[in-house]
């Protein structure tokens, strides 16, 4: 199977290189994670469109883990 691509860098598979884009999603209520900009805290927003987009799923997982174990309760999802 071939699974390279040139978009997609094995060597550096932590550096943005997947053409792809995830956002985080409360389990609680079912809203998005956004950034807020006046203050850089985390703002629940209702559609997937006005989330933080994190461009590989593997820096999505991260801040997932890291929300998680500060007490949250969110997953990652794939925006199509």
Not at 4 to 10: G, K, M, V, Y
Not at 52 to 76: I, K, P, Q, W
Request: charged content about 20%; overall charge negative.
């Amino acid at each position: 199977m071939h699974f390279w691509a040139p978009e997609i860098d094995p060597a550096h598979p932590m550096e943005c290189t997947q053409p792809e884009r995830y956002v985080l999603q409360r389990l609680t209520t079912g809203q998005f994670l956004a950034i807020d900009a006046r203050d850089q805290s985390l703002l629940d927003v209702p559609d997937a469109g006005s989330a933080y987009l994190f461009h590989t799923h593997e820096a999505a997982l991260r801040a997932a883990g890291e929300l998680n174990r500060l007490g949250g309760s969110v997953d990652v999802v794939k925006v199509e």
